[in-house]
């Protein structure tokens, strides 16, 4: 089996060559050491965790998509996304749906995020009412994890929310979205640090690649930050159909968790949950001592 994909990837030419000489230099059982656990779930243990998307302009929409994810057992996570509701702004509109949405997916931990415009998101959005947003949530004490943007954190309404999370016992991704392309490793790599730096729960970086060699920088700095931090989960990915390989290779590079879809895709490359966590425990099996 290991030579049949090892003739697999050399057969691919130059770029599978590189992904085998960047899985041979993987470190033993990346994705086994460090991690967090929210409600019993072990993020950065065992085999990369699946995140769902619920999304929607009105609250409404939004508890219609929810209670189908609860039976799901491919899905661990599920992602509240703030900035597609239609009143999103609104700190105390948007901080309502959080219990009812946490009360509709069968006990999965629920991860609150607004993305911002800038990176990928649907809503604009200026630091204080962020910050506020983010206040709002917490205060309702219905979610178990935060998305915050790490070009944010220089607002010091935004580092308070931060603090505020995680000494009440919410996890905190740091994260960074690159939707023009991919940055030199170099950069991705001082970018994950920073999070780390910052005291991120989970360090976060999706970047969108034009060629094979952007999805293999992203691997290999994915690689090289889970070497210099194996206690500290990563959330990395390329975004778009090139990408797809990184959506599912974490337990071999080092990214704890991944994002898959339940219809619509929240993020450009989503599969399909139930194809994703078909590839991802195949993965897993092999990889089995």
Same mark, same amino acid.
């Given at each position: 089996m290991?030579?049949?994909?090892?003739? $697999?990837?050399?057969?691919?030419?130059?770029?599978?060559?590189?992904?085998?000489?960047?899985?041979?230099?993987?470190?033993?059982?990346?994705?086994?050491?460090?991690?967090?656990?929210?409600?019993?779930?072990?993020i950065g243990e065992g085999r990369p965790k699946i995140i769902v998307s619920v999304a929607g302009k009105t609250p409404e929409a939004v508890l219609e998509q929810a209670p189908a994810l609860a039976g799901r057992p491919?899905?661990?996570?599920?992602?509240?996304?703030?900035d597609h509701l239609a009143?999103?702004? $609104?700190?105390?509109?948007?901080?309502?749906?959080?219990?009812?949405?946490?009360?509709?997916?069968?006990?999965?931990?629920?991860?609150?995020t607004f993305r911002t415009k800038r990176e990928g998101g649907e809503t604009a959005i200026e630091p204080p009412r962020y910050a506020a947003l983010y206040q709002a949530l917490l205060d309702t004490k219905a979610v178990d994890l935060i998305d915050l943007e790490l070009?944010?954190?220089e607002a010091p309404a935004v580092a308070a929310v931060q603090r505020r999370a995680q000494g009440t016992g919410v996890a905190v991704l740091l994260s960074h979205h690159d939707f023009g392309?991919?940055?030199?490793?170099?950069?991705?790599?001082?970018?994950?640090?920073?999070?780390?730096?910052?005291?991120?729960?989970?360090?976060?970086?999706?970047? !969108?690649?034009? $060629?094979?060699? $952007?999805v293999?920088?992203?691997?290999?700095?994915?690689?090289?930050?889970?070497?210099?931090?194996?206690?500290?989960?990563?959330?990395? !990915?390329? !975004?778009?159909?090139?990408?797809?390989?990184?959506?599912?290779?974490?337990?071999?590079?080092?990214?704890?968790?991944?994002?898959?879809?339940?219809?619509?895709?929240?993020a450009p490359g989503q599969m399909d949950v139930a194809e994703l966590r078909s590839v991802i425990d195949a993965l897993g099996r092999a990889l089995e001592p």
């Open positions: 290991a030579d049949l994909k090892r003739r $697999d990837l050399l057969a691919a030419g130059a770029g599978g060559a590189a992904l085998l000489a960047l899985a041979g230099s993987a470190p033993a059982g990346a994705a086994q050491s460090g991690a967090i656990r929210v409600k019993g779930l072990a491919e899905i661990d996570i599920v992602e509240l996304r703030i009143e999103a702004l $609104d700190p105390a509109a948007s901080a309502a749906l959080a219990a009812p949405v946490a009360a509709s997916i069968g006990g999965k931990p629920l991860l609150a070009a944010l954190l392309g991919t940055p030199p490793t170099e950069r991705m790599l001082a970018l994950l640090e920073e999070q780390a730096a910052r005291g991120a729960d989970i360090c976060k970086l999706a970047v !969108m690649p034009k $060629d094979a060699g $952007d293999i920088r992203l691997l290999d700095a994915t690689r090289q930050m889970r070497s210099r931090h194996p206690d500290r989960p990563l959330l990395t !990915m390329a !975004m778009g159909a090139l990408g797809a390989v990184t959506r599912v290779s974490g337990a071999v590079f080092g990214s704890a968790a991944t994002f898959g879809k339940v219809g619509a895709a929240s």
